[in-house]
């Protein structure tokens, strides 16, 4: 170089400073109480990330781009709900937010319905996703749209048993044939293939209802193949439970699968207080070496739909023939007869709450919302004392289409806490990602829809002392992870994605209620998901880090 250049370089340099150092991580949280989601007992420590995966958890040395102060709170794994459902809500608008505030980080997706697949007889219908139509055919089509619009929290999903029925058999109700079960079959081995957790049903209701044990059993030993899982909704939670919960097991014993049963209660006013015996069967079939565990809601409504207090033989072939048998007086007698009665393996709402319209609180999208179903009867019935009140009802259901979305008070705080103080039984929603504002404030959802996770922790953790914090936070992480096969989240260990939830365990609590459910959680402070923030003190930051997870599994 010549020696004139040499000052400038030298003057440059001076000004240049020596070079920078990259930071030893992406993000630190610091000083928090570290509850790891394996059930062991806190430990205080911090949490390093590097892009999406979690580093080191402990005693954290080096430099961050960017740390966050955990001092006073609990720094857990993100919560993974295992049975909720905004498939289709994510889709509309991806940020999350009642599941987000929450301290969500994956939803599991599924029961009986799925995003897919649509084949044969059950055509895909066109989905709003961001404002545009889209349609796919099966459930790694949609897994694809998922990851093209983008969400803030992770999904994954089983197959539905509803979706398999229906691509094969239409709306009828005939018996399938040995090779209609056989192309079921293949459905699933399909999603399976696509990613698919396992195959969930609900069987309380057609289609599902009309799969029978045998018809089941087959289908799960194609998900045994490829290591996943059958989840539940059994055929009946009230008069019929011991029988449904007997059934589950018995598809586990003979399809060599695991099985989860969705939100386990008692919901019959006859049977309550008999929790116990039902924790024995599935304890007794753990001893026997069968893998059935179960999932609940911290609540004692469960949301359905007027439509299921309807017999299911009036639902062959639709909605629109459901509508002209709701039309005709003869199937109107009929059906009254088998609502007051019962129909055998029929889980009828309507004797759950021992025939009481007040236990019946509207939820859906109607002039009724919000309303106990005593207050709607005696507003429709005014002046006409001696008016039939289920023919009201068919009336009502005329009227809206044939859907009025619905809470039923119908099982009780002792059962549900006995069964959610088992070892194997983790915590779920069995709810969906709405918002206190904008396109997806709609209807008058359930609170579990905005309050399922900081409920547990405010009241049954901090204000009951039924379950201890670092039980409960195993119950939404690590066992729900377990549960499904989702080997790399649901623990705050190295090599983990960094889905991470921090909270602050003197004011979390649920805000949601019945009567004014649009009212976020309280205390969930920071939200990570695959290592970006999306709840920052609170706040969502609009970002959408979340992935479709598609389950990898052996296939024999």
Known sequence: MPRSFLPAVVVLLGLIGPPLMAADYDLVIRNGRIVDGTGNPWFRGDVAIRGDRVVSVGRVTGTAEREIDASGLIVAPGFIDIHSHSDFLLLEDGQAQSKIRQGVTTEILGEGNSAGPYRGKLSPRPRTVRGKEREWATLGGYFDVVDDAGVSVNVASYVGLNNVWRSVMGESFARPTEEQIAGMGKLVDEAMREGALGLSSQVMMPPGSLATTDDIVALCRVV????????????????????????????????????????????????????????????????????????????????????????????????????????????????????????????????????????????????????????????????????????????????????????????????????????????????????????????????????????????????????????????????????????????????????????????????????????????????????????????HTGALPGRALRRTGRSN
């Not at 695991?258 to 008999?274: C, E, M, N, S, T």
């Not at 639709?318 to 055998?344: F, N, S, T, W, Y």
Request: hydrophobic share 35%.
């Open 224 to 539: 045994a193949r490829h290591g996943g899982i059958y989840s539940t909704h059994i055929r009946n939670e009230g008069t019929g439970v011991f029988e449904s919960v007997k059934e589950a097991i018995d598809i586990g014993r003979r399809a060599s699968v695991p099985v989860d049963v969705i939100h386990l209660k008692i919901a019959d006013q006859k049977f309550w207080g008999r929790m116990d015996e039902v924790v024995e069967l599935i304890a007794a079939a753990r001893r026997e070496g069968i893998n059935v565990q179960a999932n609940v809601y911290p609540y004692t409504r469960g949301n359905n739909n007027l439509v299921s207090i309807i017999p299911p033989w009036a639902h062959e072939g639709g909605r629109q023939k459901l509508l002209e048998r709701l039309r005709d007086p003869a199937m109107r007698k009929r059906m009254k007869h088998d609502i007051e009665h019962g129909v055998e393996g029929w889980y009828n709402h309507y004797t759950a709450v021992g025939g009481d319209w007040s236990r019946m609180l509207v939820s859906g999208n109607t002039t009724f919302r919000g309303l106990t179903m005593d207050r709607v009867m005696a507003a429709r019935t005014t002046g006409r004392p001696n008016a039939d009140l289920l023919d009201e009802l068919f009336e009502i259901l005329l009227e809206e289409d044939g859907s009025v979305g619905t809470v039923f008070a119908h099982h009780t705080e002792d059962d549900m806490t006995l069964a959610l103080q088992q070892p194997w039984c983790s915590v779920g929603s069995d709810g969906s990602a709405y918002a206190i504002a904008g396109p997806l404030r709609r209807g008058n959802p359930h609170p579990r829809n905005f309050g399922t996770f900081p409920r547990v922790l405010g009241v049954y953790v901090r204000e009951l002392g039924l379950l201890r914090l670092e039980d409960a936070v195993r119950k939404m992480t690590s066992l729900n992870a377990a549960k499904v096969g989702l080997t790399d989240r649901g623990l705050l260990r190295p090599g983990q994605y960094a889905d991470i939830t921090v909270f602050d365990p003197k004011t979390v609590i649920d805000r949601s209620a019945y009567s004014e459910p649009f009212q976020y959680s309280t205390g969930i402070r920071h939200v990570l998901v695959n290592g970006q923030p999306v709840l920052e003190n609170g706040e």
